[in-house]
């Protein structure tokens, strides 16, 4: 009758072992989630794509994503999307409105 008892009651804490878990994962999944709920995309339309002269990877691109100026943002698809293709008339890119700016070649990356 002990053993029996014993068995029931390591039964149980694995259970609740297993539910805690679960509901840790849950809450770090939900975190997870959050930090792209602050993230601030916007559609924008690239007005201007040069090559930058400092690095064989970056394009120079003016966006414009609804603000009063054009956004001026490095992007590192040089190697594998010509800029003919950058220019589009009818092509749209997503932007993240909200990041640091940060340094790239010789601009500063909005």
């Known amino acids: ?39 601030d995309l916007r559609v924008g339309k690239i007005v201007e794509c040069v090559e930058c002269p400092d690095s064989e990877k970056l394009f120079i ?23 003919e293709e950058m220019l589009k008339a009818d092509s749209l890119i997503v932007v993240f409105a909200n990041l640091k700016p940060r340094k790239l070649a010789h601009i500063m990356s909005q």
């Open 61 to 83: 691109e003016k966006v414009d994503i609804g603000e009063e100026e054009l956004r001026e943002i490095g992007s590192g698809v040089r190697p594998i999307v010509p800029v």
């Open 1 to 39: 009758m002990l053993s029996h008892s014993r068995r029931l009651l390591q039964s149980a804490h694995r259970g609740l072992s297993t539910i805690q878990s679960r509901a840790f994962s849950t809450a770090k999944v939900m975190t997870e989630l959050d930090y792209f709920n602050v993230c």
